[in-house]
Structure formats: C-alpha cells, structure tokens
C-alpha cells in the first residue's frame, strides 16, 4: 500500500478549517492545513455572537439543545489548549417593542423548551442609561460572543508550532485525486477536506451546490459612557468589546456581493441604532463580508459523489459559531468511523444537482 505523508488536507482556515482541524489533532491525525491569510474571511468579521433564541418571533435556534453545550465544551478546552481568551458568555438583553410585545415574549417564555433559556429571576437589567426600553425587556442566557480574530490567529500559531500549517492561496487545479489518495505539491494525504467559505463556488468540486451568500456589514463605535456587558439585540445587535468600543451589526444583503462596506449599509446600521439607543456615539470603523448560506439554510457537509476521499465542511451561514465546533466533530466521526451524518446536513440531498 502507497506510503500517506498526511492523513488530512484542510483548506481554509475560517472557524469551519479551524475546528475541523482540532477536532482530526485531537484523533493523533497528521494534517496540513492550507490558507491564505491575505484572503478574506467571513470569520474574521464576524461579530461571533452565540444566540439560542433568535428573530422576532423567539424562535429556539435549530439543535440548540445540543449545539450550545458542544459548543461550550469545545471553545473552554481550546481556550485553554491555546493559553487564550476569547469566550465571553453575555446574555442577550432584548427590549419589548410594546406591551403587545412583552406579552406575547413572556407566554412563549413560559414554554419549557424555551424556558432554560430566559433569565427568570433576580433583578431585571437596567440599561435605561442608554437603551429605549419603556416597556422592559427580557434576557436570553446561554449567549454570548466569540472574539473570532483572536481564536483564529491564536489557533494558527498553534498549527504553525505544530509544522501543519501553509500561508498560501490553494489553486485547486494543483490537486489531483486517486481512487486511494489525494495528492498537492508533492504531498500524499488520504483525503482532502475544504473549508473555503464564500470561495466554494470557485471550486469545480462542489460549486455545484446550492450557495446562497448574503453580505453582511458591522460598526465599530465609541460611546460616551461605557455600555453595560450586554448584548443588546432588537433587529440588530450592539455589545461592548472594550470599556469605551462597542460593536453593532448587521445588514443582510445582495447586491454587490463584495468584501466592501458600504456607504448605504452604515446608514441602515445608525439608523436602527439611533431608534434603540439615547446616547451620542462615534463611528470608529466598518467592516464586511459574505456569509456562506445555503438555499434552506443548513449545513453543506459530506463527501462527494464521486470522490470517496474529497470531503466538504461549509454552509455554515449566519451560525458559524455555534454550528461549527458539533458538526466538525460530526464530519470527523463520519470520515473515520463511518456514523451516519444528520440527513439535513449531507450534502446527499443535493446529489441529483451534481448528476442532472
Ligand atoms: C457581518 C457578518 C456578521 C456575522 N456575525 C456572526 C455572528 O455574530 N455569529 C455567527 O455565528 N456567525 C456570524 N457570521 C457568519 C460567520 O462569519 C460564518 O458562519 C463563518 O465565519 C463561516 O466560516 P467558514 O470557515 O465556513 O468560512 P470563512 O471564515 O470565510 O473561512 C474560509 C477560509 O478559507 C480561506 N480560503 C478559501 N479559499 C481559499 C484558497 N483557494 N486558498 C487559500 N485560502 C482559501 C479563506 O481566505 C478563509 O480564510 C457573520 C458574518 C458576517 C459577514
């Protein structure tokens, strides 16, 4: 049998890459992972919020129940295992719009399956110093924000202690494919794992899929007091980052889909924060970037129709942080033990899209 230098390839080095990756180390796999830190990143803009209660309607994020404790264990144990901190458990402070609003929030949040969700005793937040919450508002637990700039450079210093890791654009032309192996530059490796985000559409393997990319832009701002540690979200969101910085996001939108923010996206932004808060601020900085969602808005994971040993791990959506730590636990039980991937996740539903 042909010798493997590797037993993984992993390229792109966005929170996707990157739990992958701890998750194959931490099975004693020997893997190289390939990214261009000069590419962009959705992970790098993203506001890293964990949210189990999301939109207008309250809705219970989907799995939440067994994403959210994954997800917990997995970020404390990297937290350690890279000396770092970037895990800031805040819960979600959610102003009633009216008193229509606050009754119908506080029947659903009556519901067990709801409930261990929502703050239910000790003192209500105050945030009136800053907030417009005439009618109160209700507190989501179990949230809070990933401060994904830090997870991502710490964890690439760590594959660069551990000699797998490569600063450089991926030409997916370079890659040729055996029954049994993969090969790239010289290098042998069982199998091959993308994780590229927005550019899988470049990808001749899997462009075929059914992306959906949403651009999306966030606000840094000053404040002339410093905010509460709360997350404030009421069709959009703000939180503190530093005693007197505060972030604020996001738009969803079209048209162009670039990496640039925008003039228009901005005023969108001071406009919603402008009807949620009293106080006087300054834009500091505004970034964006493109989301990789899906047509139904589930994972695109699993491996390819016709290349046993060419796997995907993308379509993580507005949810990267919370989905990606299980489902890369997932990929790995399926690529080495055979378990069944979640059928909603497989990219197995889209197969007749390669075959038509
Ligand atoms: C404005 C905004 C706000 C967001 N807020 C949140 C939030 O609060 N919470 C949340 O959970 N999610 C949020 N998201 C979504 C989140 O960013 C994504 O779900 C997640 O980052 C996707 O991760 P990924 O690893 O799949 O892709 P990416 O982070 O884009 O990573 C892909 C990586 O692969 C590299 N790459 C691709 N092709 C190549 C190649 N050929 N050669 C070399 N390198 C390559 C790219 O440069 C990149 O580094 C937000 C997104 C945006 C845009």
Known sequence: MEAHNYDYLVVGQGIAGTSLAMHLMDLGKKILIVSDSKSPSSSKVAAGIFNPLTGKKLVKTWLADDLFPYAKGFYADLESRLQAKFVYETPIYRPFRSIA???????????????????????PADLSAYVRADFGGL??????????????????EYFLANDSFLDEAFDINALSVSPQNVFWKGKTFKKVVLCQ?????????????????????ILDIETVIPLQNYIVNQGIFTFPINARTSRVGATYSWDPLDWKPT??????????????????YQIKSEVAGIRPSVKDRRPLIGVHPEHH???????????????????????????????????????????SLYFR
């Open 139 to 156: 507190e989501v637990i179990k949230a809070g924000w990933i401060d994904l700039p830090v997870l991502l450079e710490k964890s690439r």
């Open 263 to 280: 003039k228009e996206a901005t005023a969108e932004l001071k406009e919603k924060l402008d009807a949620m808060f009293k106080i006087p």
């Open 197 to 217: 985000g927005f550019f899988a559409l470049e990808n001749a393997f899997f462009n075929w899929l059914p992306f959906a990319p949403v651009k999306g832009q």
């Open 101 to 123: 609003e606050q009754n119908t929030y506080l029947a659903q949040t009556a519901d067990p399956k709801i409930a261990s969700y929502v703050k239910q005793s000790g003192d």
């Open 309 to 351: 040993n060419v796997a995907i791990f993308n379509g993580l959506g507005t949810k990267g942080v919370t989905l990606a730590p299980f489902f890369a636990n997932e990929l790995v039980q399926h690529l080495e033990n055979g378990k069944e991937l979640n059928p909603l996740v497989n990219i197995q539903r889209y197969f």
